[in-house]
């Protein structure tokens, strides 16, 4: 038992290469105290769901400083089958309905979101702001590049290096511009799950009326709720991808071409929503048979989502690639990644916590000598280059699509000053 409760904050023992590298989880690295904890946030639940704690602040606060991003889960999934994130997920949604979530800057967001359809409080109108002059969107394309929110009104830079790599591939491809709407990421994890309906809906109702193909994400938290959490609630049948599959593709094709040599050392984070939480749930049609009281056994065993099937190889090979680039990896990777930090709605709520999970990922990503830290999603981006400037490393950061751009000749665009807080 005491093994199983310590699982969920190691990774699982054969991948840890170093002891200072050797944890999964980054609220019990920081609170050190076990409800803070994957295991512990069972137990949390377990005893709200059978009424022997009632919602309060402080249970509020240790529910709500987690990122969701799922390494509890994984380390736990190597030796058994407990779903801690799926739990971790209801217990969110329970507290939501006794009234005891999300935290006050969660909801806030949320507010936001209803009113303007995004959770920054941004003018719906301006979500296409970003678009330069010399991108054409062709209405009749059946490739939609699926912006979302925190790339039109926070990262604009990597929604411009999108629209240009597409550019320079020559692929049609169109924007929903005022018709699209929040995911309903930041939503979902914090519990509210009816709201979150209302975002899949709409984003689901335009997206099938126009003969969508193919969904392209370069956040991947959009991506990520698309692919894993839409189809639990609706189905629908195009093709969603983050970028960095489709651009893989395209290099694959030839149709595009890494020319520019890239003279520096770079290590690659991994999202949690494009690595180990991006792996859809299998369908499962089986019983769960009730052996005592919240004891249960489903039969035939339902399958384990480990972690594995999330996308690591794509980033990976768009990097090799670049000519001159040397790649380098940090300690934790693919699905034993540690976290950024910016999950769940914990930047909004808890910006210290966030902070101090970036520090400690961007001291890895220093360990391995790299002068360059690169990943693929805005949450990552934000935190990690806060992480950066907070901790005075001497790193620099690119999303990855603006190594594509420079290794294709072109230039990342230079914004101006632009808002950073991510929800
Ligand atoms: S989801 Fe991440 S932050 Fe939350 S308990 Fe699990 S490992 Fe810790």
Same mark, same amino acid.
């Given at each position: 038992?005491?093994l ?20 999964? #989880?980054?609220s ?14 069972i ?7 059978t ?14 400083k987690?990122?969701?991003?799922? &390494? ?23 507290l ?13 967001y ?9 959770p ?16 054409r969107?062709?209405p009749?394309a059946?490739v939609?590049y ?16 999108a ?5 320079a591939a ?11 709407f ?5 939503i979902l ?11 899949l ?7 099938e ?8 994400? &370069?956040?991947?938290?959009?991506y ?11 189905e629908?049948?195009?093709r969603v991808?983050h970028?960095?599959?489709f651009?893989?593709e395209?290099?694959?094709?030839g ?5 520019k040599?890239?003279?520096?050392t ?9 690595g180990r939480?991006a792996?859809?749930?299998k ?5 769960i ?10 039969i ?17 090979n ?22 950024c ?8 709520a ?5 902070l ?6 961007i001291e ?6 790299a002068d ?7 949450? #990552? ?21 603006e ?7 072109l ?9 950073k807080e991510?929800?």
């Amino acid at each position: 038992m005491a093994l199983l409760s310590e699982k969920c904050k190691w990774i699982p023992q054969v991948q840890i290469k170093s002891q200072k590298y050797a944890t999964a #989880c980054p609220s019990i690295d920081i609170y050190n105290y076990h409800p803070y904890s994957g295991g512990g946030r069972i137990i949390l639940a377990l005893l709200l769901e059978t009424g022997r704690i009632e919602p309060s602040e402080e249970l509020r606060e240790i529910v709500y400083k987690c990122t969701e991003c799922g &390494s509890c889960a994984v380390s736990c999934k190597f030796l058994n089958t407990l779903e801690p994130l799926e739990i971790i997920m209801k217990l969110r949604e329970k507290l939501v309905e006794l009234g005891g979530g999300p935290m006050p800057k969660q909801q806030e967001y949320i507010e936001a979101a209803n009113k303007v359809n995004n959770p920054y409080n941004e003018p719906h109108e301006k979500r296409l702001a970003w678009l330069p002059k010399d991108i054409r969107l062709d209405p009749d394309a059946k490739v939609l590049y699926f912006v979302g929110c925190t790339s039109s009104y926070r990262r604009q830079e990597m929604a411009i290096a999108a629209a240009r790599i597409l550019k320079a591939a020559g692929i049609p491809f169109n924007i929903l511009q005022d018709e699209e709407f929040c995911c309903g990421s930041p939503i979902l994890r914090t519990g509210d799950v009816k709201t979150f309906k209302k975002f899949l809906n709409k984003n689901l109702d335009v997206i099938e009326s126009k003969g969508i193909d193919t969904v392209i994400f &370069s956040c991947a938290g959009c991506y990520d709720t698309f692919k894993v959490d839409y189809p639990l609630y609706r189905e629908y049948t195009f093709r969603v991808l983050h970028t960095v599959e489709f651009f893989d593709e395209l290099l694959d094709t030839g149709k595009l071409k890494l020319i520019k040599e890239i003279p520096i050392t770079v290590t690659y984070h991994d999202p949690c929503h494009l690595g180990r939480n991006a792996e859809r749930y299998k369908d499962w049609d089986g019983d769960i048979v009730n052996l005592m009281p919240l004891v249960s056994i489903n039969i035939p065993p339902k399958p384990k989502r480990t972690g594995s099937n999330g996308i690591y190889e794509p980033p990976r090979n768009i990097l090799k690639k670049i000519p001159g680039l040397k790649f380098v990896e940090m300690e934790r990777i693919k699905e034993y990644a540690y976290c950024c930090g910016a999950g769940a709605g914990v930047k909004s709520a808890f910006p210290e916590f966030a902070l101090q999970t970036a520090k400690i990922r961007i001291e890895e990503a220093e360990d391995t000598g790299a002068d360059t830290l690169v990943s693929a999603c805005p949450f #990552c981006s934000t935190n990690l280059q806060d992480g950066i400037e907070e901790s005075g490393a001497n790193l620099k950061y690119y999303d990855i699509s603006e190594l594509i751009l420079m290794s294709l000749g072109l230039e990342p665009e230079k914004l101006k000053e632009i808002t950073k807080e991510v929800v």
